[in-house]
């Protein structure tokens, strides 16, 4: 009996492991993009701003790798479209349980290329992010994750749009664009 | 008698053309914002601002020059030995003639025809056609390397000139460029430095970025990162640095490139001729400290570019890595030229030139190199079934002078002619009515080319593929973000193409695996039954 | 029950070193070959070739312990009751026959054994040191005069050898439970006291 309980203990122990290890490729998700670095965040931009009847709007445009440059070391390039809608950010931000996901705002896709030369988009799964947090904020980041799909919709026939340099931060320092969180 | 329109059209355009005459002088049209570097506190014993010859209002490039030869008396006479001057260069191992006279590259594609253009980044002034005058001192441009204002242009289609008068620029930009102001650009002349370098170097192929891959306009004020040699705020090297410079010739070509150096370090003031623009010149061959002394074995079949450049265009401008001329010339609907941009702001395609493509942070191919390059030159055969190599390096594994080099692959499609099975000499560039950029007529433009080339069009225009190869030299990393083991030695690498070496982690003989796990596999399902046996035996007579 | 003290302290010192070392090197030179990434290429081989030295220098102290002791006549290969012991291992393990064999300190390897450790002795760890040595200074080859080998050769030589070992290695530690009682012979080799029949 005692063999069978250790088993049983050494197993969920062993089952709480892997998903410690792997919660993180959960908690992301990672996509191969077919256009280069400015590129798809361009048509990221894009596809954000045919959202804005879902209250959508860009908040920034961010290089983190820029700055690594500026410290004297190489990285590949890295580009953060940031983007918020107040239509959800309103009802997180209203609710005393659900504020702290503000760290998470605003919604941030990343686009980076690696060794290979490919691009990658980086996306947060919020549907699952959400259900941590209990039935109302899942509802939201639930619309927030069928937002996000849409944005990651591409349609080849289109072409490239510009990429639009948004001041990060929001706010007045990017007009009416950067209108964001 | 007039009607109201014809008398508005006059009136207007003198009055525009009087606004412009006023508006000038006083710098409303201002040249390019760039900005007047502080000026450093010149180290030279001359101060060219209090000589007298230098205190003239210049009308011209050539005038300037003639005042510069009243003191450095040799200077034209050394600039006309040089490649810089000539575009002609023999390689003494192939025999082929080469220079930029001669080569047809997968970018323009060549100078011959389009003189008048391409000699924007000549040193001399006039080089419109045959009749320009080499043997003349005073065609020599000495400002184009020595000016440290950075308001001296030459303009493409001005065969070589800057603007001695207001100009439009870029044409049909409605923007203007005062005359070049000669006279301060003389009196302020002083040594090269890595933006008078750049303003052909960094811009060949028509534009920033384009052509080399690992040289652009970045490098003017690089950071570390960027380039620790050349790093602004560090050891702030000059391109003369090493590419060392004696009687006005420029070392380090890459008609002739020195691949591999085993007689390592070129102390100064030795006798020996080897050249000195390579990293072995002054890192030697074993510049690892001893606890990576592994690192300096590696020197035998590695160039050091391949470890220390991990990638080139690594600053945000996007270098040129495919030109499809076969797509010039579609017009649009009013019978206009046609430019399209993609995100970051680049022409990917213009009709005067057909489809572009672009990347940044680029990791290069590798191939192995011994530093000679075969070119296919005019009137060597070429067809459409294979990838023409514009240039193809030399070498293999086994030639002791060949090391793996990174690589930059400049793909294009550009015109041949069928008939005569030749790469194509294409008139692009004139003011005349058979240049493709005016006229988009194909036939007119090589038929022009091909006759400036001593050959007679055949009439067949096709379009072939090409590869150019250019060896990756610049952007040298900072030594932290060198490559590590990993990125090549493992299965699909950076160096997963390379043959004729055998590369651990990367290479192995299938069958010895498969033998050796099997046996070792068959040998632990052995001792499990054989063990196995041995505990149910035990447990049976408790 | 007897006991009898079959292995020394050096011997002891000298087996259980090896073995780490051995362990060490296998699993990082089966990474150098591309098998896994483990440590990282650089670390494998770091770790590869400081390894790769204490086990050659601990060869040399063990090398000169088995002359200067006479241990070196516990390897004398003999063809005497080798029958008997592969037929004791086939089937009398399993009906608790007689094991053919009686350790002594003076022979304390049955005749299977002295085979195999001679094997090793003889065939693996040359060649896995032979070609390891010529691994690790391959860029000196020319200046040897051996400029007309082939790096391909001898990292196959090395990785077959490195199969060897690793064969020999399955078999050692499950022969090592085929003693008095399945630990007999592994506390033998910690305590240097053997429990026989």
Same mark, same amino acid.
């Given at each position: 009996?005692?063999k069978v309980?250790?088993? /049983?203990i050494?197993? &969920?122990?062993?089952?709480? &492991?892997v998903?410690f290890?792997?919660a993180g490729? /959960?908690?992301m998700?990672?996509?191969?993009?077919p256009?280069?670095i400015?590129?798809?965040?361009?048509?990221?931009?894009?596809?954000?701003?045919?959202?804005?009847?879902?209250?959508? @709007?860009?908040?920034?445009?961010?290089?983190p790798?820029?700055?690594?440059?500026?410290s004297?070391?190489?990285?590949?390039?890295?580009?953060?479209?940031?983007a918020?809608s @107040?239509?959800?950010?309103?009802?997180?931000?209203?609710?005393d349980q659900a504020?702290?996901?503000?760290?998470?705002?605003?919604? @941030? &896709?990343?686009i980076y290329?690696?060794?290979?030369?490919?691009t990658y988009?980086g996306t947060?799964?919020?549907?699952?992010?959400?259900?941590l /947090?209990?039935?109302?904020?899942a509802a939201?980041?639930?619309e927030?994750?069928?937002?996000?799909a849409? /944005?990651?919709?591409f349609?080849d026939?289109e072409p490239?749009?510009?990429?639009?340099r948004?001041?990060?931060g929001?706010?007045?320092?990017?007009g009416?664009?950067?209108?964001?969180? | 008698m007039?009607?109201?329109?014809?008398?508005?059209?006059?009136v207007?355009?003198i009055a525009?053309?009087? !606004?412009l005459?006023?508006?000038?002088p006083?710098g409303?049209t201002?040249p390019p914002?760039?900005a007047?570097?502080?000026?450093?506190k010149s180290?030279?014993?001359a101060d060219?601002?209090?000589f007298?010859?230098?205190?003239?209002n #210049?009308?011209?490039g050539p005038?300037?020059t003639?005042?510069?030869?009243?003191?450095?008396?040799?200077?034209a006479?050394?600039?006309?030995?040089?490649k810089?001057?000539?575009w002609?260069?023999?390689?003494?191992?192939t025999?082929?003639k080469?220079?930029?006279?001669?080569?047809?590259?997968?970018?323009?594609?060549s100078?011959?025809s389009?003189n008048s253009f391409?000699?924007?980044?000549?040193i001399?002034?006039?080089?419109?056609d045959?009749? #320009?005058?080499?043997?003349?001192?005073?065609?020599?441009?000495?400002?184009?390397?020595?000016?440290t204002?950075?308001n001296?242009?030459?303009l493409p289609g001005?065969s070589?000139?800057?603007?001695?008068?207001?100009m439009?620029?870029?044409?049909h930009s409605?923007k203007?460029?005062?005359?070049?102001?000669?006279?301060?650009?003389?009196?302020?002349?002083?040594p090269?430095?890595?933006k008078?370098?750049?303003?052909c170097?960094?811009?060949?192929?028509g534009?920033d970025?384009?052509?080399?891959?690992?040289?652009d306009s970045?490098?003017?004020?690089?950071?570390r990162?960027?380039?620790?040699?050349?790093?602004?705020?560090g050891l702030?090297f000059?391109?003369s640095r090493?590419?060392?410079?004696?009687?006005h010739e420029?070392?380090g070509?890459?008609?002739?490139?020195?691949? !591999?150096?085993?007689?390592g370090?070129?102390?100064?003031g030795?006798?020996?001729?080897?050249?000195?623009?390579?990293?072995?010149?002054c890192?030697?061959?074993t510049?690892?400290p001893?606890k990576?002394?592994?690192?300096?074995d590696?020197?035998?079949?590695?160039a050091c570019?391949t470890?220390?450049?991990?990638?080139?265009?690594?600053s945000?401008l996007q270098?040129?890595?495919?030109?499809?001329w076969?797509?010039?010339?579609?017009?649009?609907?009013q019978?206009?030229?046609?430019?399209?941009?993609n995100?970051?702001g680049k022409v990917v395609?213009d009709?005067?030139?057909?489809?572009?493509?672009y990347?940044?942070?680029?990791?290069p191919?590798?191939?192995?190199?011994?530093?000679e390059?075969?070119?296919?030159?005019?009137g060597?055969?070429?067809?459409?079934?294979?990838v023409?190599?514009i240039?193809?390096?030399?070498?293999?594994?086994?030639d002791?002078?060949?090391?793996?080099?990174?690589?930059r692959v400049?793909?294009g499609?550009?015109?041949?002619?069928?008939?005569?099975?030749?790469?194509?000499?294409m008139h692009?560039?004139?003011? +005349?009515d058979?240049a493709?950029?005016?006229?988009?007529?194909w036939?007119?433009?090589?038929?022009?080319?091909?006759?400036?080339?001593?050959?007679?069009?055949?009439g067949?225009l096709?379009?072939?593929?090409?590869?150019?190869?250019?060896?990756?030299?610049h952007m040298v990393?900072?030594?932290? +973000?060198?490559l590590?083991?990993e990125?090549?030695h493992?299965?699909?690498?950076r160096?997963?193409?390379?043959?004729?070496i055998?590369?651990?982690a990367? +290479?192995?003989?299938?069958?010895?695996?498969?033998?050796? #796990?099997?046996?070792?596999l068959l040998?632990?399902?052995?001792?499990?039954?054989?063990?196995?046996?041995?505990?149910i035996?035990?447990?049976?007579?408790g | 029950m007897?006991?009898?003290?079959i292995?020394?302290?050096f011997?002891r010192?000298?087996?259980?070193?090896q073995a780490?070392?051995?362990?060490?090197?296998?699993?990082?030179g089966?990474?150098?070959?591309?098998?896994?990434t483990n440590?990282?290429?650089?670390?494998?081989?770091?770790?590869?070739t400081?390894?790769?030295w204490?086990l050659i *220098?601990?060869?040399v102290?063990a090398?000169?312990?088995?002359?200067?002791?006479?241990?070196?006549?516990q390897?004398?290969?003999? *063809?005497e009751?080798?029958?008997?012991? $592969?037929?004791?291992?086939?089937t009398?393990?399993?009906t608790?026959a007689?094991?053919p064999?009686?350790q002594?300190t003076?022979h304390?390897h049955?005749?299977?054994?002295?085979?195999?450790y001679?094997f090793v002795?003889?065939?693996?760890?040359?060649?896995?040191?032979?070609?390891?040595f010529?691994y690790?200074?391959y860029?000196s080859w020319e200046?040897?005069g051996?400029g007309?080998?082939?790096?391909?050769?001898?990292a196959?030589?090395?990785?077959?050898?490195?199969? $060897? $070992?690793?064969?020999?290695f399955?078999a050692?530690i499950y022969?090592?439970? *085929?003693?008095?009682?399945?630990m007999?012979?592994?506390?033998?080799?910690?305590?240097?006291?053997?429990?026989i029949?």
């Amino acid at each position: 009996m005692l063999k069978v309980i250790i088993g /049983f203990i050494a197993g &969920i122990a062993l089952l709480g &492991i892997v998903g410690f290890n792997t919660a993180g490729s /959960f908690m992301m998700v990672e996509h191969e993009s077919p256009y280069g670095i400015e590129e798809t965040a361009a048509r990221i931009q894009a596809n954000i701003q045919k959202m804005s009847h879902r209250g959508w @709007t860009l908040s920034g445009l961010r290089d983190p790798s820029k700055a690594v440059a500026n410290s004297g070391r190489n990285v590949p390039p890295v580009l953060l479209v940031e983007a918020c809608s @107040t239509d959800y950010s309103g009802v997180l931000l209203a609710d005393d349980q659900a504020r702290i996901l503000s760290i998470m705002m605003p919604c @941030t &896709i990343t686009i980076y290329k690696k060794e290979d030369g490919k691009t990658y988009i980086g996306t947060m799964n919020s549907g699952l992010m959400g259900r941590l /947090f209990g039935k109302k904020v899942a509802a939201v980041m639930d619309e927030v994750a069928k937002d996000q799909a849409e /944005f990651l919709k591409f349609d080849d026939s289109e072409p490239a749009p510009p990429l639009i340099r948004v001041k990060p931060g929001g706010g007045s320092a990017g007009g009416p664009e950067a209108a964001g969180c | 008698m007039f009607t109201k329109d014809q008398l508005i059209a006059p009136v207007l355009g003198i009055a525009i053309a009087m !606004a412009l005459l006023v508006a000038t002088p006083a710098g409303a049209t201002a040249p390019p914002a760039v900005a007047e570097p502080v000026a450093e506190k010149s180290k030279s014993t001359a101060d060219h601002s209090k000589f007298e010859e230098l205190d003239i209002n #210049f009308k011209s490039g050539p005038e300037v020059t003639q005042a510069c030869l009243k003191c450095h008396t040799e200077a034209a006479k050394q600039i006309h030995k040089t490649k810089h001057w000539s575009w002609e260069y023999t390689n003494p191992v192939t025999g082929q003639k080469l220079g930029k006279k001669n080569v047809i590259n997968n970018f323009c594609t060549s100078v011959t025809s389009n003189n008048s253009f391409c000699s924007a980044c000549h040193i001399g002034y006039g080089w419109a056609d045959d009749s #320009f005058d080499f043997t003349s001192e005073a065609n020599v441009d000495c400002i184009v390397c020595h000016d440290t204002t950075g308001n001296y242009k030459k303009l493409p289609g001005l065969s070589g000139h800057p603007n001695y008068e207001t100009m439009e620029w870029p044409p049909h930009s409605g923007k203007f460029r005062p005359p070049t102001d000669l006279k301060k650009i003389a009196q302020n002349v002083g040594p090269t430095s890595r933006k008078t370098c750049g303003t052909c170097h960094f811009r060949g192929g028509g534009g920033d970025a384009v052509k080399h891959g690992d040289l652009d306009s970045s490098l003017e004020n690089p950071g570390r990162y960027l380039d620790v040699h050349m790093d602004s705020e560090g050891l702030n090297f000059s391109c003369s640095r090493c590419h060392v410079t004696d009687e006005h010739e420029v070392s380090g070509s890459r008609y002739a490139v020195t691949a !591999a150096d085993e007689k390592g370090v070129l102390i100064p003031g030795s006798q020996d001729t080897r050249n000195p623009t390579t990293c072995v010149a002054c890192h030697g061959n074993t510049p690892h400290p001893d606890k990576m002394a592994k690192l300096n074995d590696h020197t035998r079949k590695l160039a050091c570019q391949t470890c220390h450049i991990p990638a080139y265009a690594r600053s945000t401008l996007q270098t040129k890595m495919s030109w499809d001329w076969s797509t010039a010339g579609k017009l649009d609907e009013q019978g206009h030229r046609i430019q399209l941009k993609n995100s970051a702001g680049k022409v990917v395609y213009d009709s005067k030139k057909g489809n572009f493509t672009y990347d940044r942070y680029v990791v290069p191919e590798y191939q192995w190199f011994n530093g000679e390059v075969k070119f296919t030159l005019f009137g060597d055969k070429v067809s459409d079934d294979e990838v023409v190599k514009i240039n193809d390096f030399q070498g293999d594994a086994d030639d002791p002078d060949a090391r793996i080099w990174p690589v930059r692959v400049f793909r294009g499609k550009q015109m041949y002619d069928k008939g005569l099975q030749t790469l194509a000499v294409m008139h692009t560039a004139g003011e +005349d009515d058979a240049a493709f950029w005016g006229n988009y007529d194909w036939d007119k433009a090589m038929e022009w080319g091909m006759r400036a080339a001593g050959s007679e069009y055949s009439g067949e225009l096709g379009f072939v593929s090409t590869e150019m190869s250019w060896p990756i030299t610049h952007m040298v990393s900072p030594k932290e +973000d060198a490559l590590g083991c990993e990125s090549c030695h493992t299965d699909g690498g950076r160096l997963a193409g390379i043959e004729g070496i055998y590369l651990p982690a990367r +290479d192995r003989m299938p069958l010895i695996d498969t033998i050796g #796990f099997g046996l070792a596999l068959l040998a632990l399902i052995g001792v499990l039954i054989h063990g196995g046996i041995r505990v149910i035996l035990a447990k049976r007579e408790g | 029950m007897e006991r009898i003290y079959i292995f020394k302290r050096f011997e002891r010192f000298w087996h259980w070193t090896q073995a780490l070392l051995i362990i060490t090197m296998m699993i990082t030179g089966f990474e150098i070959h591309g098998t896994y990434t483990n440590l990282g290429f650089e670390t494998a081989v770091e770790v590869h070739t400081i390894a790769a030295w204490a086990l050659i *220098t601990l060869w040399v102290f063990a090398i000169f312990w088995h002359f200067t002791t006479g241990e070196w006549k516990q390897y004398i290969p003999t *063809t005497e009751k080798v029958e008997a012991m $592969m037929r004791y291992y086939l089937t009398g393990i399993f009906t608790h026959a007689e094991h053919p064999f009686r350790q002594t300190t003076l022979h304390k390897h049955n005749p299977l054994q002295r085979l195999a450790y001679l094997f090793v002795k003889l065939m693996i760890n040359p060649l896995i040191w032979a070609s390891g040595f010529l691994y690790l200074f391959y860029t000196s080859w020319e200046s040897w005069g051996l400029g007309w080998m082939n790096l391909e050769w001898i990292a196959t030589a090395h990785v077959i050898g490195a199969f $060897m $070992m690793l064969i020999f290695f399955i078999a050692h530690i499950y022969l090592a439970t *085929t003693g008095h009682k399945p630990m007999s012979h592994i506390k033998a080799m910690i305590t240097g006291w053997e429990e026989i029949d």
